[in-house]
């Protein structure tokens, strides 16, 4: 079994100050050919310490290993979704810090599958992921077309209101041609699952002069 000495930091936003969060610990990895890349990268997924933005996890290879050197390999959290969406929120006015994370959620949801965007172990943007996010928003605010999750649904709104309007159109006309018919008022009432006085208000509303 490889033996790794690690351990996690967490950051200030422009990455100039790191504070372990726990001493450094020796671990042993599953695997004798696991390499400190592959074994940075597993902790950061495994790990509780940290979560959000502006940390990383450090390895060294062997045994109490002295962390003042450099590393062997590290696995760094990028910008999560929560820490843009704030910057989004005071960049383009938005009330509150929700509403800017639809926005930004939107956008995110694009490009998980691409690593060069999103890290998947950490679940944050990458530099390049933040860029990409910050600008596609920018240049949606700039037309009026922002795609929201609430954006998304007031578009179904309009959708099935204007369904709703074309089936009560044809329901009238049915039924003021039943209305012309021997057809009990009831029966008509009750298939349409309207009143008898309903039914009287829709065939007046057609004859009425406009």
């Known amino acids: ?10 950051g200030n936003a422009d ?21 400190a890349a592959q074994f940075a990268a597993a902790v950061a997924a495994d790990q509780n ?21 450099e ?12 820490d843009l ?9 938005i009330g509150t810090l929700d509403a800017a994370r639809d926005v930004v959620t939107v956008h995110v949801d694009q490009i998980r599958d691409d690593a060069d965007l999103w890290d998947d172990i950490t679940l944050t943007l990458t ?10 928003i920018e240049k949606s605010y700039s037309i009026g077309a922002v795609a ?17 309007g074309a089936l009560a159109e ?13 057809l009990r008022r009831d029966d008509i009432a009750s298939a349409a699952r309207l009143t008898p006085a309903r039914l009287y208000q829709i065939r007046n509303a057609a004859e009425s002069p406009q």
């Open 85 to 93: 969406a704030a910057v989004i929120r005071d960049l383009h006015g």
């Open 148 to 164: 929201t999750r609430t954006a998304q649904l007031l578009v179904q709104l309009e959708e099935t209101a204007a369904q709703i």
């Open 170 to 182: 044809r329901r009238d006309t049915l039924i003021r041609a039943l209305m012309k018919t021997e």
């Open 49 to 69: 310490l940290a979560e959000g933005s502006n940390w990383r996890v450090r390895v060294w290879t062997g045994p109490d290993a002295d962390t003042g050197t």
């Open 1 to 10: 079994m490889a033996t790794f000495t690690v351990q996690i930091e967490a």
């Open 15 to 35: 990455g100039s100050i790191w504070q372990a969060l726990h001493p450094a610990e020796t671990v042993e990895s599953d695997e004798d050919d696991t390499t």
């Open 127 to 136: 530099p390049a992921g933040v860029e990409l996010v910050t600008t596609a």
């Open 71 to 82: 590393p062997a390999a590290e696995h760094a959290a990028g910008t999560s979704i929560d």
